[in-house]
């Protein structure tokens, strides 16, 4: 929201301007910024006589696009204060990064649907509450909490979705859960279109979550779950139920394959260390999950700083995620690797190309914005497209002994990047031509740089996923997907035999777009 000192001894003073004496009164007493906007922070001393000037200690907002915002509300849109709104939205992915990890483990040991349903309290309760913060720090401190609730909601329901389907549906289901994810995005920009008010938005957005208890009643626990977790009556049930709804006859003896562990293998993340293949690939993996979550979530928030209708920029932004998702159907044709580097490569070059924008278009210019939003949203298309496929990509790099653990750390930098983003997306504050695309910059290059990085790594498209750590480390840099009619897959036996643990979708990450 843009401010300007209030003009000393004009109570009634506003952003717009009233009139013809209004104006003139703005500028005998308001200096211009480096922008060549007027000041938010100073007042001439003695009116145009000299150019001596003093802070302000009042200011007046511009209402036209938000009658409350949580900035001006708090005081957080003057000068010395602003520093308050990014740490605001890095407390809420510092929640996130909480809540992935404690909500996770909650899953694992109490169940999907009871951590569902107490990420949906929570997220219900203290996002009501929010709207209701008389100042700052109780505002952060239940953002944090909704920031671990939305983690440990989105995380839940996206594993009892992939756990409720087959193997050959988790891409369709995985990426269907997406759409829905974009589609939040685009409901959102509505309520924010029709309300206008931070508190009421905040309302909007938190009151329909305590709907989703009802859940509780019609969905059903996963069954793969309750398996590994010895509960092999329940789990029948569930499955007989579901095959009934479906028409489909089970034998009798549903489980009679399943057999108790004889023998675990275990690894322990000090292993890549000694493993220099390994480790480059991890590395290169990790900075992946920081660069593509801090590129996601930056470009979303600087959807403000672009110019012309912020939400119409919001809702493009939220819209062409729905494409890059589609591009993600084809990756277990054309593999990982390919699509993965085409959007990375897309988005950053879209990125970095609003340099030339800054340097030659004229700022003056209403329709220069448009090259902006334009730039902004192709970037947007190849980061979402980055951040759906890099999940498979690079659970299929680690290795089985290890994969849970390196999931894990990579959601770690996947919520570093995250709190880096609004940090970044601020970067529009720098004086000068460059200032509007600073942000952009940072995030095209490191866009680019870890596309180009990746082309290190290997294709996992139709190859055997590594089971060991010397696996992985027999394959080589730049290795591609194996050629038609290659024979990639160990015999396997006859009579495989399974352990509870196969029948579960245990992954600690699930899904970091939170």
């Not at 196969?502 to 970091?512: K, S, T």
Request: with cysteine; proline share 5%.
């Amino acid at each position: 929201m843009t401010i300007v000192c209030m003009i000393p001894g004009l109570p009634n003073d506003t952003y717009a301007i009233q009139g013809a004496w209004h104006e003139l009164l703005i500028n005998e007493t308001i200096p211009l910024g480096s922008k060549g906007d007027y000041s938010e922070c100073s007042l001439y001393s003695n009116f145009s006589y000299t150019n001596a000037t003093y802070s302000c200690d009042k200011w007046v907002y511009d209402k036209s696009v938000f009658t409350a915002t949580f900035a001006t509300d708090f005081g957080l849109a003057n000068c010395g204060e602003k520093w308050k709104i990014a740490t605001a939205q890095i407390v809420f992915m510092a929640g996130v990064l909480v809540g992935a990890f404690v909500m996770g483990a909650l899953s694992d040991a109490i169940g999907r649907k009871p951590t569902l349903i107490i990420s949906v309290l929570l997220q219900g309760v203290c996002g009501t509450a929010a709207a209701f913060a008389p100042e700052y720090y109780s505002f952060i401190v239940l953002r944090f909490f909704v920031g671990s609730a939305t983690a440990g909601l989105f995380m839940t329901t996206f594993v009892l979705g992939m756990e409720l389907v087959g193997p050959s549906k988790r891409m369709i289901a995985g990426i269907s859960i997406e759409y829905f994810f974009a589609g939040g995005l685009i409901i959102l920009t509505m309520v924010g279109y029709f309300l206008r008010d931070w508190r009421h938005i905040e309302l909007a957005v938190s009151v329909p979550s305590f709907a989703y208890i009802l859940y509780w009643w019609f969905v059903p626990e996963s069954a793969r779950w309750l398996l590994a977790n010895g509960k092999e009556d329940k789990a029948e049930e569930i499955l007989r139920q579901a095959a009934k709804v479906n028409g489909k006859v089970l034998p009798e003896k549903l489980f009679e394959q399943v057999a108790e562990d004889e023998e675990e293998h275990h690894g322990s993340i000090l292993q890549i260390f000694r493993s220099p293949r390994t480790l480059v690939r991890t590395l290169i993996i990790f900075l992946n999950w920081c660069v593509v979550s801090m590129v996601y979530y930056g470009l979303s928030l600087n959807s403000g700083n672009l110019g012309g209708d912020i939400f119409l920029n919001f809702f493009l932004s939220g819209l062409v995620e729905f494409p890059a998702y589609c591009f993600c159907f084809c990756i277990d044709k054309v593999g990982r690797k390919g699509p993965h580097v085409f959007g990375m490569l897309l988005g950053g070059s879209a990125c970095l190309c609003t340099i030339f924008v800054a340097l030659y278009a004229d700022p003056g210019d209403p329709n220069t914005r448009w090259f902006y939003i334009a730039l902004s949203i192709v970037g947007k298309l190849g980061a979402t497209m980055g951040f759906a496929i890099i999940y498979v990509w690079s659970a299929e790099l680690y290795p089985t002994v290890l994969r849970n653990s390196l999931m894990g750390f990579s959601s770690t930098f996947a919520r570093v990047g995250g709190m880096l983003a609004p940090v970044i997306a601020n970067m529009v504050t720098f004086p000068g031509a460059i200032g509007r695309s600073a942000a952009l910059i940072v995030f095209g290059a490191a866009t680019v740089f870890v596309a180009l990085l990746s082309i290190l790594l290997p294709e996992t498209a139709g190859r055997e996923l590594p089971e060991t750590i010397d696996d992985a480390e027999k394959v080589p840099f730049f290795s591609s997907a194996p050629k038609a009619g290659e024979d990639t897959e160990k015999s396997l036996p006859v009579e495989p035999k399974y352990t509870k643990k196969d029948f579960a979708y245990n992954n600690p990450v699930m899904e970091d777009k939170v």
